[in-house]
């Protein structure tokens, strides 16, 4: 019961701090106001994470479990994966929330700053491990990849995405699935979605081509 009360208090702080960054246009939140809206002392909330740093990673690690996990059942699946398939849950689950993709380019860019090196090394193996297994799911349906293709490709798609959106520039925080109190705001995030679809189509199509009707097996 121990165990299922500290989890609970673990999806509790995170879900406060995802409530807070979608209130502030600056996607700012300290740890005293977490602990506020999570109804927790300041002090448990440190017990769970030593900085306000390993606080956000810990959302944004949440965020893109969800892709992962979504992915991987989609490929491991019997039924045989489309691009678009692919294309969908990437928008679904990372360009269209509104908080994704600037708390990703947040995280990156403060990694090592307020983090510790145990936790940043233990986010890294997860991530390793994610990428392996949907990489390796990708290889079978997709057989003009090679192996660790699979994971190349996905890296050099998260890559695409976060730097499309720095390019663009600050409209993205709203997500393209968003609605936008400026008109330009909302130009500029077609632009980026649009401009994101065809720059992952075409790397999903020049470095994977097309699946067969069933996957192969290994």
Known sequence: MEADAKQQRHHAILDATERILARSPDFHANVADVAHEAGLAKGTVYLYFRSKEELLLAVHERSIDG????????LEG???????????????HMVDPPLFLPLAARCFGTMGEGASAEVVT???DRMAER???????????FPQLAAGGGVALLRHS???ILGLW???GAFARAGC???FDAEDNRTSAQRYCGDLDSALRA???????HPPAVPRQR
């Open 177 to 179: 699935a968003s609605g």
């Open 67 to 74: 892709f992962f996990r979504a992915l991987t059942a989609r």
């Open 78 to 92: 019997e039924r045989a994966v489309a691009i678009d398939d692919i294309l969908a849950l990437t928008r679904l």
């Open 122 to 124: 233990a986010f890294k």
């Open 131 to 141: 990428l392996q297994r949907a990489g390796a799911a990708l290889e079978r349906h």
């Open 166 to 168: 720095h390019m663009s």
């Open 158 to 160: 998260y890559a695409l």
């Open 203 to 209: 790397l999903w199509e020049g470095a994977a081509g």
